[in-house]
């Protein structure tokens, strides 16, 4: 019986032409093309017998700086795993760092933190009134307000903070796990509470959902704003590959600069 490795690897996408992360019929998806490469590249020869566990899985538009995905391989490349992964991958998907960990390593189930950041443009926005507001989803609540499906709806929100730059809001927003749309039906709350159409104290009515539900929840905002930016675990020791790194960041300053031009544009027009 061949020896298998199982590796964990982060990674980068930029999510404007997939319809989510996870594979799907008759879906463009992240995974398909990573499932692509790793079998081009004979480091799995079959994607479910190499027991593949993902972290999270991003929705249609959203981003991802950190993502983690794991697998077993009889194939070892070391150092070079990253760049060979990423010589057929398409140019807005990046492995940026490796890791061996133990057989029955699971990304999704052993992960002890994810960090999401929702950037939300200011227009003008009452931005000490959200983050005041902000403070009030903090610790554990029932997020059935915030959520596609109610049923296990509790969850703990470890850190939540709000700064400005560049124009816009920043919602950053720590937890071990989150529900469906969560963090950008959260955004979207805050919004409001920012445009002076809801107070604080609507906030705590949406957190107390046995006694104020609401149909069908908040509507979440915008996808193309949300990126998962990491995803922790403990005892895992990450080899970066700094090559791929700044393949990464100089593709996300390019698309910036391609948005902040075409914002430009629309100005002027």
Not at 51 to 65: E, F, L, W
Not at 138 to 161: L, M, P, Q
Not at 198 to 203: A, E, H
Request: proline share 3%.
């Amino acid at each position: 019986m061949t020896n298998k490795t199982r590796i964990a690897l982060k990674l980068a996408y930029i999510g404007d032409r997939y319809h989510g992360f996870q594979i799907q019929q008759n879906a463009h998806a992240i995974e398909s093309e990573i499932f692509e490469s790793l079998e081009k590249n004979k480091i799995v020869d079959d994607i479910k017998e190499a027991r593949y566990s993902r972290a999270a899985r991003t929705d249609r538009g959203v981003h991802a700086s950190g993502q983690v995905i794991a697998f077993d391989t009889s194939t070892w490349f070391g150092d070079s795993l990253p760049r060979i992964i990423n010589h057929d991958l398409p140019d807005d998907i990046w492995v940026w760092a490796y890791a061996e960990v133990p057989s029955g390593f699971d990304a999704r189930r052993e992960a002890v933190r994810r960090d999401y950041r929702y950037y939300l443009y200011d227009r003008g926005y009452n931005v000490p009134d959200i983050r005041e507001s902000s403070s009030l989803f903090a610790g554990t609540h029932d997020f059935s307000n915030f959520a596609k499906k109610i049923e296990g709806a509790v969850r703990i929100i470890n850190k939540i903070e709000i700064c400005e730059r560049d124009g816009f809001i920043i919602i950053d927003v720590s937890a071990p796990s989150f529900l469906w749309n969560m963090v950008r039906r959260i955004a979207a709350a805050l919004e409001q509470i920012g445009a002076g159409s809801q107070d604080s104290g609507w906030i705590r009515k949406l957190l107390d959902p046995k006694r104020h539900p609401i149909h069908q929840g908040i509507k979440p905002a915008p996808a193309y704003g949300l990126v998962l930016r990491n995803v922790a675990f403990n005892g895992v020791e990450w080899i970066e590959d700094e090559y791929s790194k700044r393949r990464m960041k100089d593709a996300f300053v390019d698309v910036r600069i391609r948005h902040a031009t075409m914002n430009a544009i629309y100005s002027g027009l």
